[in-house]
């Protein structure tokens, strides 16, 4: 039989914070798998979108200089003229607001033009969250064709 608890003594038992501690470690253990899965999708969705804004950008280059950036120039030529006619002559950027970031796993977007994948114009990609050639799931590749 429990002692009775006086006003000054408030409080949960031992047993009462295990249970709820169990409970806590139960939903935890069901939500968090989404929650993770979540992340990773957001972070390749953010990769695409700066890809599509890159693609924009670069096409407006295209349309001003009469062509893509060389990959020496890569997608800083978005930002800065070239030193180089005729681009240096038809530039009319900057074509992007901010600097290139890096994309949402902190490796820098890899521009080649021309492309391998698209042999008249370029291509863009993000290597995913493992930083490496190919991969599935959230280490699978963000690319432009």
């Given at each position: 039989?429990?002692?009775?608890?006086?006003?000054?003594?408030?409080?949960?038992?031992?047993?009462?914070?295990?249970?709820?501690?169990?409970?806590?470690?139960?939903?935890?253990?069901?939500?968090?798998?989404?929650?993770?899965?979540?992340?990773?999708?957001?972070?390749?969705?953010?990769?695409?979108?700066?890809?599509?804004?890159?693609?924009?950008?670069?096409?407006?280059?295209?349309?001003?200089?009469?062509?893509?950036?060389?990959?020496?120039?890569?997608?800083?030529?978005?930002?800065?003229?070239?030193?180089?006619?005729?681009?240096?002559?038809?530039?009319?950027?900057?074509?992007?607001?901010k600097k290139v970031p890096?994309?949402?796993?902190?490796?820098?977007?890899?521009?080649?033009?021309?492309?391998?994948?698209?042999?008249?114009?370029?291509?863009?990609?993000?290597?995913?969250?493992?930083?490496?050639?190919?991969?599935?799931?959230?280490?699978?590749?963000?690319?432009?064709?």
């Open positions: 039989m429990q002692p009775e608890r006086t006003a000054g003594q408030a409080g949960f038992t031992l047993l009462e914070v295990l249970v709820v501690m169990m409970i806590i470690g139960l939903l935890a253990a069901f939500v968090a798998p989404s929650v993770f899965h979540r992340l990773d999708e957001s972070r390749r969705v953010a990769a695409q979108n700066q890809i599509a804004i890159f693609g924009t950008a670069l096409e407006n280059y295209r349309l001003d200089v009469g062509q893509f950036p060389t990959t020496e120039q890569g997608l800083p030529a978005l930002l800065e003229p070239p030193s180089v006619p005729p681009a240096a002559e038809h530039w009319n950027g900057p074509y992007l607001e890096l994309d949402p796993w902190g490796h820098a977007y890899v521009y080649r033009c021309p492309g391998d994948h698209n042999p008249r114009s370029y291509d863009l990609y993000s290597y995913g969250k493992d930083g490496r050639e190919g991969g599935t799931g959230p280490d699978a590749d963000v690319v432009n064709w």
